[in-house]
């Protein structure tokens, strides 16, 4: 009974994951295929019969796509950065420090995690316009430099750390900031590197709000690149599928090489029992 059990739960997962998988194989399959394959044809071809490159040269030749890449990058990288500093430094003292509404700060900044970007957007471009933070790099970035979610991730997180730890940093002269950076931080790795994926990801992936704040081309991060190659090569769909590979290449190499770092670490392996 077990092990049918089991066998009908993974088959389960297994059809699920193929399913979720087979929009972006097609994808990939129809960024490589050549001019003379039809891509729509029933039952679907996943393996071109004729491999090419040429979709991806003619894009990346044909658009700014080095600028894109680049802007994308520096925005992700700001965003992810911002987000780790000022998150963990709003959770560490919601979690470790006792101090009048506490719960009530930590809870109203829970509860913003319901209000959808879309009621906020327009106060936001209305301050972005009067900071005149229109077509520039912070300008993109300051909605998202702080979350709810980060600050909900790292308080738990830093509730785990054993308190043994953070009074022997503070019998040696250790300060708030001394025992947040040296002992807080490198006790929260597998939170603060699941925040990072999840932030870049999510401003890597932005569209919305840069299409709002932006209107000069040499801003523009991929998501807008991509959006207007439908415009510039009406809807060849392989050159569309080339710009979107190359838009989300980026995103799955950042997460190859940061899950290895997405293990649990024994927080207290400085505490003898």
Known sequence: MRIGRSILTYGLLSAIAV???????????TAFK????DIFQFPPRFIPVKPTLENFVTVWNSNPFGRYLFNSTLVSVLTVGLNLLFCSLAAYP???LNFAGREVIFSAIVATILIPFQIVMIPLYVLAVNLELRNTYLGI??????SAFGIFLLRQAFQGVPKELEEAARMDGCSEL???????????????????IFVFIGS???????????DRPEFFTLPLGVSNLAGTFTLDWRLIAAGSVISILPILIFFLVMQRYIVPTEAGSGVKG
């Open 19 to 29: 399913l979720m998988l087979i929009p972006l194989v097609w994808l990939i399959s």
């Open 94 to 96: 919601l979690a470790r």
């Open 204 to 214: 890597w992936s932005d569209f919305l709000w840069p299409l709002l704040i932006l």
């Open 178 to 196: 001394g025992i947040w950076w040296h002992v807080m931080i490198p006790s929260i790795r597998p939170a603060l590197v699941t925040l990072a």
């Open 141 to 146: 970035i300051f909605p998202a430099i702080a």
């Open 34 to 37: 050549s001019p003379t394959e």
